[in-house]
C-alpha cells in the first residue's frame, strides 16, 4: 500500500497559468524516488504539496489514505514528514546540533538523549563534534545542507522529502548521502523522495518521476508520468 | 517546553535587540516604581494619619439654621421682612448646651474622652500690671453681652453663657483646664514650663502658671501670690498662687495683631484648674449685685466664665456615630457637632495630593508612550524575525507556539528589566518623592506669602510650617474652638507633610509586575497578529 498518494492533482499560483496539471502518482515504504524535470517546471511546488506547506488547486494527496488537507498539517509536518529543503532553512541564531534537536523537540516525540542523536546523526554526514557546535551561518553551503539532511532524519519519519539534497555536495559525499537514503529506505523502510537535476541521483533510485514543464509548451500529454526514467 | 527552549535561546543569542528592549522597560519600570510609590505613601498617609488623629469635635448652636428657619417664620406672614423678635426669641431658647448636659452626652459609648474650659476676664489689683498695657483703664465694656471675640468662621467656638448682663473686659484672661488634655497648647509644644510645676487639674486649690513675660514685667517667681479683681466690682478680689511660669511661643510673633484688650495678648493668659476657676465664678455669682442700666436692662457684677469643651473620638467612624445618636437622644436640630481636624488634616496632605495626582499623569503618559515604543520595536522585531517564523511553522511547529514563544521572550525580558528597574525605583523614589514634595510645599508657600502680601498681611513664615520627619503626623490636635484659638495658634495653621515614605513594597512590585505582563501583552499583540497572518511557504518562497 502506497504511504502517500497523488490523484489527480492541479496546482496554479493565484490565477496564474497551471504550473502542475493532472498529476497521479503513488509512493510507497521502502523505496527512493526521483523527481526530475526543467528548470521552472514544478518540482519544488509539488515538493511544497507533499510536505503539506500548501494544498493542490484540485486533486487530493492521501498521506496513509487520509486526505491531506483534512489532518492536522503541523503534525503532519512535525513527525510523518522530514524535508531537507533546497535553501535549507535553519535558523541562523542556533548552532548545527541545536537545529538538529528543535525538530526533534518540534516534533513532540518523546525521544530521549536528543543531544546524542543530533550529533550522532550529524556525525553520519560527516561533520564533527567541532562544526556541529557552530553557528549555521558559520558553515559552509555543503555543511548547511548536511545539517540540513540530519534535522530531516532526526525525528524518524516516515516519508523523507529533500530538494536538490546533493547540490552543494562534493562527488564523495554525494555518494554517501545517497546511501545513507537508500539505506533509510531499504533497511528502516522510509519512503524517500528526491527532488533532484542530477542524472546520479535519478540513476541510483529505485523510480523517478519526470515533470515537463508547462510554463514553456504544452507538452504535458507528452511527460512521462509514473514510468520507469532509465 | 519547546516555547520556552526556544525562547531562552533566542534571548540569550539575540543580545542587542533584548538590550534595547531591556533599557526601554527599565525606564519604564522605574519612573512606573516612582509613581506609584508616590501614590502609595500619599494614600497610606493619608489613610494612617485619619486613623491615628483623635478627632475632636464640639456641640454648637446651629446659627445659620436658627436664622433660616426665622426667615421661613417672616416668609409665610408679613411680605418677606424678617421678624426680628421671634428671631431674638429663638436666640435665647437655644443657647449653648450648659457643662451638665454636654457630661451628659459625653457618656457615649463613642466619645474616647471628654474635656473642657472656661475662661474669665479679671482685672489687676495694686501692684500688678498687665503686659504691654499702657495704663490699668483701658479695660472697655462689651457691648454685645456675650463673651469673648471668637475666631470668625472657627465652627469650634462654644459661646458662654451669654443673656443679660454687662460684661467688662478685664486685664487678664483666666481659664481653668478640666484636664490637661484640653491644653492643647502645652501639648503641642507652643506653651512649656520653664518654671515651676504644673497644677493639679482635678485640684480646686487656687494655683496657677504665668506667662514668662508677665512674670518678669512684675518681678514675679514661682511662689508669689497675685490677687486680682472683677472689672465690674473692684473690691472682689481672688488671690491665686503662682505655681510655675510658662513660655509662649506665639506670643512672640502676634505682636502686630490688633486686639481689642490686653487680655488678648497670650502673655496675659493665666492658667488654672477649672474647679478653680469654677470657684471664683460661684463666689462671684453669691455676691454679685443687679443694676438697671440707662435703657432699663438688668446688669449683674458677676464674673462670666465662657466655656469650651470638646470631645474627643477614637475613629471618623465614632464621629460619626455619635452625631447619629445626638439626634437620637433628641439634641435639637438646631445644635450641631462639627470638628475641624478631618479637614485639617486633609488640607495638610493637599501637597502631597497633588503631587500623588502629578505621579498619576507621568505614570499615565510613561505607559502610553512606553506601549508605543515597545509596539513598534515588537512590530520591527517581528518582521525581522520573519523568516524564523517560516521556518519553525515549516517544520511544524504551530503559529500559536510561535507566537507563544515571542511572548514569552518578550515577558521574560520585561520581568527582569522590571526587577531591575524596581531596584533603581526603590533607590531614587524618597529622595526624588521628597524632593518634588518639598517644591510642591515651597511652591504653596511662595502663594501664600504672595496672597498675604497682596492683603497687606505680614509675611507668611507664621502660616504654612512644614512638618516633621515621621511622615504620618495628623495635622494638629484639634484647638478646643473660638476661645481657645484667640490664645493658642492660629487655626489656620496648616501643618504640611514634608516628608513621606514612598518605599517600594510588595503591593507595587505586584502592581509593576502587572504593568509589565499588560505592556507584554499590548506589545506583542501585534506581534502575534503578524505570526497569525504568515504563511511559512510564502515566506521561505519570498525570501529565496
Known amino acids: 500500500m502506497s504511504i502517500l498518494e497523488l490523484k489527480d492533482v492541479c496546482y496554479a499560483y493565484d490565477s496564474r497559468a497551471k504550473v502542475l496539471d493532472g498529476l497521479n502518482y503513488k509512493f510507497e515504504k521502502g523505496k527512493v524516488y526521483a523527481i526530475v524535470g526543467r528548470s521552472g517546471a514544478g518540482k519544488t511546488t509539488l515538493l511544497s504539496l507533499l510536505s503539506g506547506l500548501t494544498s493542490p488547486t484540485s486533486g487530493v494527496i492521501l498521506f496513509d489514505g487520509k486526505d491531506v488537507k483534512t489532518i492536522d498539517r503541523y503534525k503532519y509536518r512535525s513527525r510523518h514528514v522530514g524535508v531537507v529543503f533546497q535553501q535549507f532553512n535553519l535558523l541562523p541564531h542556533l548552532n548545527a546540533v541545536e537545529n538538529v534537536e528543535l525538530s526533534m523537540r518540534a516534533s513532540g516525540k518523546k525521544i530521549p538523549d536528543k543531544r546524542k542523536i543530533a550529533t550522532e546523526l550529524l556525525e553520519k554526514v560527516d561533520l564533527d563534534d567541532q562544526l556541529s557546535k557552530r553557528r549555521i551561518l558559520k558553515l559552509s553551503g555543503g555543511e548547511q545542507q548536511r545539517v540540513a539532511i540530519a534535522r530531516a532524519l532526526s525525528y524518524d519519519p516516515d516519508i523523507i522529502l529533500a530538494d536538490e539534497p546533493t547540490g552543494n555536495l562534493d562527488l564523495n559525499t554525494q555518494e554517501e548521502v545517497i546511501d545513507i537514503f537508500n539505506r533509510l529506505a531499504h533497511e528502516e523502510n522510509k519512503c524517500v523522495i528526491l527532488v533532484s537535476h542530477s542524472s546520479e541521483v535519478a540513476a541510483s533510485v529505485d523510480e523517478v518521476y519526470e515533470l515537463a514543464s508547462l510554463r514553456k509548451s504544452k507538452r504535458r500529454k507528452e511527460a512521462i508520468t509514473g514510468g520507469q526514467f532509465i | ?269 493665666i492658667c488654672t484648674s477649672y474647679d478653680a476657676l469654677q470657684s471664683v465664678t460661684d463666689n462671684s455669682a453669691s455676691v454679685a449685685t443687679t443694676q438697671t442700666d440707662d435703657f432699663g436692662n438688668e446688669q449683674s457684677t458677676a464674673v462670666m466664665g465662657q466655656l469650651s469643651s470638646a470631645f474627643v473620638f477614637g475613629s471618623q467612624d465614632d464621629y460619626e456615630a455619635f452625631d447619629a445618636e445626638l439626634t437620637t437622644n433628641g439634641l435639637s436640630e438646631y445644635y450641631t457637632l462639627s470638628s475641624s481636624d478631618v479637614s485639617n488634616y486633609e488640607s495638610s496632605l493637599l501637597p502631597l495630593k497633588n503631587l500623588s495626582n502629578f505621579a498619576t499623569t507621568m505614570l499615565l503618559v510613561v505607559l502610553v508612550i512606553g506601549a508605543v515604543i515597545l509596539i513598534v520595536i515588537n512590530v520591527f522585531n517581528i518582521r525581522e524575525r520573519k523568516y524564523e517564523v517560516g521556518v519553525l511553522t515549516a517544520i511544524g511547529v504551530k503559529k500559536g507556539k510561535v507566537a507563544m514563544q515571542f511572548v514569552t521572550e518578550l515577558l521574560c525580558i520585561t520581568l527582569l528589566f522590571i526587577i531591575i528597574g524596581a531596584g533603581v525605583g526603590m533607590a531614587v523614589s524618597v529622595p526624588i518623592s521628597n524632593n518634588l514634595l518639598s517644591s510642591q510645599i515651597e511652591q504653596m508657600n511662595t502663594q501664600a506669602e504672595n496672597e498675604n502680601a497682596n492683603f497687606g498681611r505680614p509675611g507668611g513664615d507664621q502660616n504654612f510650617q512644614p512638618g516633621g520627619g515621621s511622615g504620618l503626623q495628623p495635622g494638629g490636635r484639634g484647638d478646643m474652638g473660638g476661645m481657645m484659638s484667640v490664645f493658642g495658634g492660629d487655626p489656620s495653621n496648616v501643618t504640611y507633610l514634608e516628608k513621606i515614605n514612598a518605599t517600594v513594597n510588595l503591593p507595587i512590585m505586584g502592581q509593576l509586575i502587572g504593568i509589565g505582563i499588560i505592556l507584554t501583552l499590548i506589545s506583542s499583540l501585534s506581534a502575534v497578529i503578524f505570526v497569525m497572518r504568515y504563511e511559512p511557504l510564502k515566506i521561505l518562497t519570498n525570501r529565496t
Open chain 2, 1 to 269: 517546553m519547546l516555547v520556552l527552549i526556544n525562547a531562552m535561546k533566542s534571548i540569550v543569542r539575540s543580545k542587542g535587540r533584548n538590550i534595547l528592549i531591556g533599557i526601554i522597560v527599565l525606564a519604564i519600570a522605574a519612573s512606573s516604581c516612582v509613581a506609584l510609590a508616590i501614590r502609595n505613601a500619599a494614600n497610606e498617609a493619608e489613610t494612617a494619619g485619619v486613623d491615628s488623629i483623635n478627632i475632636t469635635g464640639t456641640i454648637s448652636v446651629d446659627r445659620e439654621k436658627l436664622m433660616a428657619s426665622a426667615q421661613n417664620a417672616a416668609d409665610s406672614t408679613e411680605g418677606g421682612r424678617p421678624d426680628m423678635d421671634s428671631m431674638r426669641e429663638m436666640m435665647s431658647q437655644y443657647q449653648d448646651l450648659s457643662l451638665l448636659e454636654l457630661q451628659a452626652y459625653s457618656e457615649s459609648d463613642y466619645v474616647k474622652n471628654f474635656y473642657y474650659s472656661a475662661s474669665v476676664s479679671l482685672n489687676t489689683t495694686e501692684g500688678l500690671e498687665a503686659y504691654g498695657s499702657e495704663s490699668s483703664s483701658d479695660s472697655f465694656d462689651d457691648s454685645t453681652g456675650g463673651g469673648f471675640p471668637g475666631e470668625a468662621g472657627n465652627p469650634g467656638g462654644q459661646g458662654g453663657p451669654g443673656g443679660p448682663g454687662r460684661m467688662t473686659m478685664g486685664d487678664f484672661t483666666v481659664t481653668g483646664y478640666s484636664a490637661e488634655d484640653a491644653m492643647s497648647k502645652f501639648i503641642s509644644g507652643t506653651s512649656q514650663i520653664t518654671d515651676g510645676e504644673m497644677f493639679d487639674t482635678a485640684s480646686s486649690d487656687m494655683n496657677c502658671l504665668v506667662s514668662k513675660e508677665l512674670a518678669a514685667f512684675n518681678g514675679l517667681s514661682v511662689g508669689d501670690k497675685i490677687t486680682l479683681a472683677n472689672p465690674n466690682a473692684e473690691d472682689e478680689t481672688y488671690e491665686f498662687t503662682i505655681i510655675g511660669i510658662y513660655a509662649d511661643s506665639s506670643s512672640s510673633n502676634t505682636g502686630d495683631q490688633m486686639r481689642f484688650s490686653t487680655s488678648m495678648d497670650p502673655a496675659n493668659l
